[in-house]
């Protein structure tokens, strides 16, 4: 299984160490949006697609990039974030961009989200929120997903 990770992880680095845990379980790269040839692409079995969410989206470099990938037939594809806050269960946060990659031709049926340490006003007036995330016990989660991504392509481990 090829597989290869777009994240766009700019504020304090919770995203890259989610995408680093995902990456290792998967032998796949961790790529910003910037540095990929969407073409490359077409060559993977799998994609995942994260970034941390601002202002409940996901950062505009990453929709950006989706929103520029040609519609045709794809592979499989997850979505990942960190947040300060948790995704709400009534309008989540990850179903644009879920929405987006399927209309690219994506199958998307995986997503990891966790929380992050988040400065964004009003928290940077107390010092931020999370201070301490993503934690060692969100980095097993991460590799567990991972490892479910893995299991279900039939990829050896």
């Known amino acids: 299984m090829k597989a290869i990770i ?20 998967l032998s796949a790269p961790v790529v910003e949006p910037e540095q990929l040839d969407p073409a490359e692409l077409a060559t993977c079995d799998l994609v995942g697609f994260g970034s941390g969410i601002f ?20 592979g499989r594809a997850f979505v990942f974030a960190t947040s ?4 709400p269960r009534l309008r989540p946060f990850s179903r644009p961009l879920v929405r987006l990659l399927e209309q690219k031709g994506y199958a998307v049926g995986d997503v990891f ?5 988040d400065t964004w006003l009003p928290f940077r007036l107390v010092g931020g929120i999370n201070k301490a995330r ?5 980095l097993a989660l991460a590799h567990a997903f ?12």
């Open 113 to 117: 989200s966790c929380r992050g340490y």
């Open 84 to 87: 300060g806050l948790p995704e």
């Open 134 to 138: 993503p934690d060692a016990g969100d």
């Open 6 to 25: 777009v994240c766009a992880s700019v504020s304090h680095g919770n995203t890259k160490r989610i995408a680093e845990v995902l990456g290792q379980v």
């Open 55 to 74: 202002s409940g989206k996901f950062h505009p470099r990453l929709r950006r990039f989706v929103r520029s990938l040609p519609q045709e037939e794809r």
């Open 146 to 157: 991972a490892q479910g991504l893995r299991d279900r392509s039939g990829a050896a481990s």
